[in-house]
C-alpha cells in the first residue's frame, strides 16, 4: 500500500537500462497521493496484476510509459474475471498509457476521475489494443480515448455512460477511438447488452480506415448521434 504522500504513491524508472527490462506489480494499491498513484518510466513490458489506484488528488491513477522501448506492451489484469480493480476518483487520468506495443486491459473500474477513465497513446508500433470487462462512467472527459493503433482495437463487455458532466464547453464521449486497423465492440454472451449513453457527445465514437463491427450495445441520450 502506498498512501498519502505528498508526491507520487511509487515512482519507477529503468528506462535507462541497456535492455529492455520489465516491471511487475501485484496486489498493491496506490491511494490518496498528493500527485500520481503509480508512474512508471519503463523500456521493459509493464504488467499490473491486481493493483488499484484511487483518489489520487492531482495526478493519474496510473502512468504507464514504455513507448521508448520500441514494441514491449502494458498489462493490466485480475486473476479472477470476476474481481475488477478501481482507477476512480483522481484528478487526471483514471489510467494512463504511452506504448508502441500491444496494451490489454481487463476488469477495471474507472469512474469519476477529473479527465478521461482510460486513456491510451499509441503513434505506432505492433500489436493490437484490448479491453475486456470495464466500466468507465462519470468521468469529466470521457469515459474511453484511444489514440492511434494500426493494428487493430477490441472491447469486449465495456460501458460508458454518463460521462463529461459538466454541462456547456467542449463536449466528449463514451468511447472516443481514432485507429488504422479494423475496431470491434462486443460482449461475450449473445443475450448481454453493454451501455453507451447519456454522454455530452457520442456514445460511441469511432474513426477508423480499418472495418468497424459492434454488437450488443445500448446508446442512448447522448449529447450527439
Same mark, same amino acid.
Given at each position: 500500500?502506498?498512501? +498519502?504522500? +505528498? ?18 506489480? =501485484? ?31 492531482a495526478g493519474v491513477?496510473?502512468?504507464? *510509459? ?8 502494458? &498489462?493490466?489484469? =485480475? ?6 480493480? $478501481? ?10 498509457? @504511452?506504448s508502441y506495443g500491444?496494451?490489454?486491459?481487463? *476488469?477495471? &473500474? ?10 491510451? $497513446?499509441? *503513434?505506432?508500433? &505492433?500489436?493490437?489494443?484490448? @479491453? ?16 492511434? /493503433?494500426?493494428?487493430?482495437?477490441? @472491447? ?13 464547453? /467542449? ?7 481514432? *485507429? +488504422? ?6 460482449? =461475450? ?13 457520442? +456514445? @460511441? ?17 447522448n449529447g450527439n448521434?
Amino acid at each position: 500500500i502506498a498512501e +498519502g504522500n +505528498g508526491g507520487d504513491g511509487i515512482k519507477i524508472e529503468n528506462y535507462e537500462a541497456g535492455s529492455n527490462l520489465p516491471v511487475t506489480i =501485484s496486489s498493491s494499491m496506490f491511494n490518496g497521493n498528493s500527485q500520481n498513484g503509480l508512474a512508471i518510466a519503463s523500456r521493459g513490458a509493464i504488467t499490473l496484476t491486481n493493483v488499484s489506484a484511487i483518489d489520487n488528488i492531482a495526478g493519474v491513477g496510473v502512468a504507464l *510509459n514504455n513507448w521508448i522501448g520500441g514494441n514491449t506492451g502494458v &498489462t493490466i489484469r =485480475s486473476t479472477s474475471t470476476a474481481t475488477f480493480y $478501481d482507477f476512480n476518483n483522481n484528478g487526471l487520468n483514471g489510467i494512463y498509457i @504511452l506504448s508502441y506495443g500491444a496494451v490489454s486491459v481487463g *476488469n477495471v &473500474t474507472a469512474n469519476e476521475n477529473g479527465n478521461y477513465g482510460l486513456n491510451i $497513446d499509441r *503513434n505506432g508500433g &505492433t500489436g493490437a489494443i484490448s @479491453l475486456t470487462r470495464g466500466t468507465f462512467d462519470h468521468n469529466t472527459f470521457g469515459g474511453v480515448r484511444i489514440y492511434t /493503433t494500426p493494428f487493430g482495437v477490441t @472491447l469486449t463487455d465495456v460501458t460508458a455512460s454518463y460521462n463529461d458532466p459538466v454541462i456547456g464547453g /467542449t463536449e466528449y464521449s463514451g468511447v472516443y477511438i481514432e *485507429n +488504422g486497423g479494423t475496431v470491434i465492440v462486443k460482449s =461475450s454472451t449473445t443475450s448481454a447488452m453493454y451501455e453507451f449513453s447519456y454522454n455530452t457527445d457520442h +456514445g @460511441l465514437d469511432i474513426i477508423s480506415t480499418g472495418s468497424i463491427s459492434v454488437s450488443n450495445v445500448v446508446a442512448e441520450g447522448n449529447g450527439n448521434t
